[in-house]
């Protein structure tokens, strides 16, 4: 009963360092994204794919690349930390044949210093 | 365009008491809407989803909501709080178009005995 399964869970970084965050989820769904918790900010979505060998940005994108590798994997690239991008970041999936519930990950907890 | 609008980024209720969370919400076609809690350092969970069916939803937990269109309004309420429920509590809206989910802000939730 895997569902979404990212890592790392922890990391913490120096600026101007580079980091991938890798996604996973096994429930054969079409539609992946990442998201970033801040706290007071609820969770706004970074990029999303909507099937595979497609991405699309979010609300905040700038500073963030992704890759949708095949239909299971969805991976989140920061190719020179900022501490402005130390945050809880979130992978989810979700199917529009399930009611468009979106199913998440247990987060990603990134420093940057 | 859609947004979501919770009121109170902290409640505090007593153990037994109603619970009450607000999201007020804005969506230019029929929305979906759905409530997720978060429990410390975990990822989030449905609660529950409306999806143009009935409009009182009842979740997991004990909790329900009401979709009201002419207030733009999917509250959450449980009857009577568990020191269980202490957990930071999102609204979201999708579009029936598509997937994507905006979050409101939040709202943590302390339950005191």
């Known amino acids: 009963n895997a569902g979404v399964t990212q890592t790392p869970k922890f990391q913490v970084l120096k600026t101007g360092q580079s980091m991938t965050l890798q996604c996973a989820q096994d429930?054969?769904?079409?539609?992946m994204y990442w998201y970033r918790q801040d706290p007071g900010m609820g969770l706004r979505l970074i990029y999303y794919s909507a099937s595979e060998g497609t991405t699309d940005k979010g609300e905040v994108p700038n500073g963030y690349n992704v890759s949708r590798l095949n239909k299971r994997e969805f991976s989140l690239r920061l190719e020179s930390a900022a501490p402005s991008q130390t945050s809880v970041y979130f992978c989810?999936?979700?199917?529009?044949?399930?009611?468009?519930?979106?199913?998440f990950g247990e987060g990603s907890w990134l420093t940057v210093v | 365009a859609q947004s979501v609008t919770q009121l109170g980024s902290h409640v505090s209720v007593s153990e037994g008491a109603l619970v009450l969370l607000r999201c007020n919400y804005s969506s230019s076609v029929p929305p979906y809407l759905f409530w997720y809690v978060q429990y410390p350092n975990q990822g989030l969970q449905l609660l529950l989803k409306?999806?143009?069916?009935?409009?009182l939803v009842k979740g997991i937990n004990g909790f329900e909501a009401e979709f009201k269109k002419s207030e733009t309004s999917f509250h959450l309420t449980k009857p009577s709080a568990h020191m269980s429920d202490a957990a930071e509590y999102f609204c979201?809206?999708?579009?029936?178009?598509?997937?994507?989910?905006?979050f409101g802000g939040g709202t943590r939730v302390l339950v005191k005995p």
């Open positions: 989810a999936s979700s199917e529009k044949s399930s009611g468009n519930t979106i199913y």
């Open positions: 429930m054969n769904h079409n539609s």
């Open positions: 409306y999806t143009s069916a009935a409009t």
């Open positions: 979201a809206v999708s579009g029936a178009a598509g997937n994507k989910l905006t």
